[in-house]
């Protein structure tokens, strides 16, 4: 068995190497081979077959048509043990293609290991003037049991998955205008693996009647939290006899960003340059992650980065842990194919491996970045991998990209810098030629 689930490994292996430089049907063959596509899933990653207008005029209001974003696949991620195939949304240059470098330096010497915390989402229900604190808070105690079997009324089909709600938490804070105290009540919940929100949403405004006729206090708004601290997932990637420099240098980035701010803001930008691909690529809530784990790296009052790499010895090690609250079901991700068939390509049916992929991705996503900036500097590879963009705005055919690409790469390295105008010279220059 260990043997079969060793050659499946090596076969996977070799199908991604030099994927990046296949031709995008060469590719989706070999995906086939990797994430056992079917036709069906090829047709809705080619274009031939996408999201149907008659669903998309469901998703959102007044349709008009649609803003594609390229789909790529990240290469050479082994997590946990498993080869992976990462699909990534995103339409930033060098993105899919560091995550691919860094993931094969992990792979040779080192791993990546993932775990997952917890698994309750949050929802508020306020009472934002009470006159009464003392007893509103007794009477809700007192009434825990209670409130808990009503609010698991209203959403049976998480129960019968095993879900629900576990606990209610009371919370006392003075109100910000000075004008007295508000009490608000966190509902913790298990959604299995939706992401949660509608039907928190649900049972706190199922309840609120139910709170007012108990405490004779008034209710303010039932909602969600996207601060939710109590579902993290962490990962920890692990590189093995890595050269001082290099290692001190990486870890000097992460001094600098528990230092400042302003340096922390960037530095989990380039996380969520791994994180927020991946979310938009199987239907999730990108924007409800992205406020919860910024509000979590402020939780000390001051912005902290949301991952921690050390020289240990010889090795270097990064961590990394925040909230994660994502599904596999319901949503945009049962209803849009693409998503479907990311998760798929993923081979992941439960939230909390979705999870773990993706706070793996965005620590190794920030590991290309701090050995860039440790190194050559972020500009030199990401202007190359940019020299495409510019041929393209510089007006080159089809045709005539991969030669601009030539060409500009070399512009890059002798001048080192390159523009749109630079580009109009070089591609009037190579037409001149007659290429």
């Known amino acids: 068995m260990n043997q079969d689930k060793q050659n499946s ?8 190497e ?14 086939r081979a990797i994430s056992g596509l079917d036709d069906e899933d090829v047709a809705i990653l080619s274009g031939d077959s996408a999201l149907p207008t008659s669903v998309a005029e469901h998703l959102i209001e007044n349709v008009v048509g649609y803003f594609q974003i390229p789909l790529g696949v990240a290469t050479n991620f082994n997590i946990d043990g498993k080869d992976l195939l990462i699909p990534m949304a995103v339409e930033e240059t060098s993105i899919i293609a560091a995550a ?29 003037s009470v006159q009464n604190v003392v007893r509103a808070r007794q009477l809700l105690h007192e009434s825990r049991d209670v409130l808990i079997e009503q609010g698991n009324l209203c959403i049976p089909g998480i129960v019968a998955r095993g879900g629900g709600i576990r606990d209610l938490a009371i919370r006392e804070l003075p109100r910000a205008d000075g004008q007295g105290t508000m009490l608000v009540i966190h509902v913790l919940a298990d959604p299995c693996d939706a992401m949660g929100a509608n039907l928190i949403n649900q049972v706190c405004e199922f309840l609120k009647p139910v709170i007012e006729d108990l405490t004779s206090e008034k209710v303010g708004m039932c909602i969600l939290s996207n601060l939710v601290d109590g579902k ?4 920890e990637v692990v590189i093995r006899n890595v050269e001082e420099k290099l290692g001190r240098g990486i870890e000097e980035a992460t001094h600098f960003a528990k230092s400042d701010p302003y340096r922390a803001a960037t ?5 969520m340059n791994g994180i927020d691909p991946i979310l938009i690529a199987t239907g999730n809530d990108w924007r409800a992650v992205e406020s919860g784990i910024h509000s979590f790296a402020s939780r000390t009052g001051r912005l902290q980065p949301i991952t921690d790499w050390r020289l240990e010895g010889r090795d270097l090690v990064g961590r990394i842990e925040v909230p994660m609250a994502v599904g596999t079901v319901g949503g945009v991700t049962k209803l849009h194919p693409t998503a479907r068939v990311a998760l798929k390509m993923l081979g992941v049916s439960r939230a909390e491996d979705l999870a773990r992929v993706c706070v793996a991705v965005g620590l190794v996503q920030n590991l290309a970045a701090l050995k860039a900036l440790s190194t050559v500097g972020i ?8 020299a495409a963009n510019l041929a393209i705005a510089a007006g080159a055919t089809v ?6 690409r030539t060409r500009l790469s070399a512009v890059l390295k002798n001048e080192k810098t390159i523009n749109l105008t630079r580009a109009r010279q070089v591609l009037h220059d190579l037409r001149q030629e007659g290429f």
């Open 18 to 31: 030099g994927f990046h430089l296949l031709t995008p049907r060469q590719r989706l063959d070999r995906m």
């Open 232 to 235: 993290l997932a962490g990962a």
């Open 267 to 271: 530095h989990n930008k380039g996380v």
């Open 379 to 386: 500009v030199k590879g990401h202007m190359q991998l940019h």
């Open 399 to 404: 045709h005539e990209i991969p030669e601009m």
């Open 9 to 16: 490994s090596e076969i996977k292996r070799s199908l991604m």
């Open 100 to 128: 691919s470098a860094s993931a094969k330096w992990i792979r040779k010497d080192g791993s990546i290991r993932t775990y997952s915390k917890g698994s309750l989402i949050i929802g508020q229900i306020q009472l934002p």
